[in-house]
């Protein structure tokens, strides 16, 4: 449990990650009802609105341990900063174990394996990390085209699998990018870095997806699968997301209801309202599915419940943390 200053906050931060909890979370619960159009639902292959929530979230993920790393560096020292990241990731990734029995890999284990893959070179250089980004997503899809790997990883549907951790560990690594432009606290630098870094993500994403006549395949997008185009592209559409935020937030001061005592404590919320989409599902499963304004309205619910809890903890200046 860490107290925090109103001033110590960046808006722009806690309100991207509450919409992507509030908007993934609402994915889950939403998903798989008959009134939900394609776009906004998973499938197994293809790229649609609905998978771009959990890259946004692990996207803040990385803003936020660039951001803390460098603040515990510099009141401990680095060997303990990196004892207090370690310790943390490993936590969120048990906790992730527990939370996903029945498949496993999922947001809380990826992130911690994720936290992990990332720690070595947190304080590293824009450069470093960029590369390591790369080397990760690339080893990814090597192991996934030319391995067994592949095909189990598909047949069972697993959002990347153990291994998928180095697919979200490059979306990690870009938030870290993003604090970096964040960092730099001139607003036209900042715009600039953000637009470049997520116009040229989006750019490579769709080429990676592409044949190139010669040289390989096409490479669909795939959520189960994590392969290069997903991880890529989505980065780029989190850079934009961000961008947008940072423009409403923090430039334009404006503030979004509900998403900043959401996005103060994440994990607080996440595991909240995934307890509440559970019950709502065994609720549903002994009544019956239900159409587009109830289900609206039992949503409306949960994020209600949610923003209670979480304005209290905010009242209190209170941030429960791993």
């Not at 020292?77 to 370690?86: D, K, L, P, V, Y």
């Not at 870290?176 to 870094?197: E, N, Q, S």
């Amino acid at each position: 449990m860490t107290e925090d200053t109103p001033q110590s906050r960046i808006a722009s931060i806690d309100q991207c990650r509450g919409f992507a909890i509030v908007a993934m979370v609402g994915g889950n619960f939403a998903g798989k009802f008959a009134f939900m159009p394609w776009i906004l639902t998973h499938h197994q292959y293809g790229l649609t609105i609905a998978e771009l929530f959990a890259p946004i979230f692990f996207f803040t993920v990385g803003i936020g341990f660039r951001l803390s790393f460098l603040k515990r560096v510099e009141r401990e020292g680095q060997s303990a900063a990196r004892r207090a990241a370690s310790r943390r990731y490993v936590l969120i990734m048990v906790l992730g174990f527990i939370v996903y029995l029945d498949h496993l890999w999922d947001a809380l284990t990826h992130i911690g394996m994720a936290g992990l893959l990332v720690l070595p070179f947190i304080d590293r250089g824009p450069r470093v990390r960029a590369l390591v980004a790369v080397l990760y997503v690339a080893l990814f899809q090597v192991l996934f085209l030319w391995t067994d790997y592949g095909p189990w990883l598909m047949a069972r549907r697993l959002n990347g699998g153990p291994l998928g951790a180095l697919s979200w560990a490059f979306i990690v690594l870009m938030g870290t990018l993003a604090y970096d432009a964040l960092a730099t606290g001139r607003p036209r630098k900042v715009i600039a870095r953000l637009l470049l870094y997520g116009l040229a993500l989006c750019a490579a994403g769709w080429l990676l997806s592409l044949g190139w006549p010669g040289l390989k395949e096409p490479w669909l997008f795939t959520r189960y699968g994590m392969t290069a185009p997903l991880p890529v592209f989505t980065a780029g559409t989190s850079f934009l997301c961000f961008l947008a935020f940072y423009w409403i937030c923090d430039v334009r001061r404006f503030r979004f209801p509900v998403l900043s005592p959401v996005g103060e404590n994440p994990l607080v919320m996440y595991l909240l309202l995934g307890l509440l989409v559970v019950l709502s599902k065994v609720i549903i499963h002994f009544t019956h599915e239900p159409g587009f304004w109830a289900a609206l309205l039992i949503y409306a619910g949960m994020c209600a419940i949610c923003y209670v809890v979480a304005r209290m903890l905010q009242k209190r200046s209170i941030h429960l943390r791993l």
